[in-house]
């Protein structure tokens, strides 16, 4: 089975422990940093990345401000998608997935851009019960 993980802030290694994953398992873990753990990985550099991270310092710390943010384009979820669609290396992986793991918010745009396509089958879930769920089910002899 191929298992992407988006997790922009590279934290994967819960999800490696938690997952119900087979050797056999080809995973590949997408993130704005070098992820925590993987055997295959991408680091993706969304545009405006120190403007980002800037926007979230200041703004991140109370709830209108991360509501004001998401409204802009320095959104860091928006970034992040943005990078994902604009990357070449990427495309046959996502059309080649079968199943597509979202681990934080920030990378749900970028799930459901992966979704989207006329060669793409993969399922896209959020977080790790469900991945689990999608996983075990697909092992069902």
Known sequence: ????????????STAFEQL?????????VLSRVLPDAGDRSLVLTPSLSRATDWAERTLGGSVIGRNVLRLTVLDAGRRFAGATRRSRSLRPEFDGADLIVVLERNGLLAGWHASRGPARRARVVYGIPAARGVISESRVP
């Open 1 to 12: 089975m191929k298992i992407i993980l988006i997790a922009p802030s590279g934290a994967v």
């Open 20 to 28: 119900p994953l087979q050797e056999s398992d080809d995973t590949l």
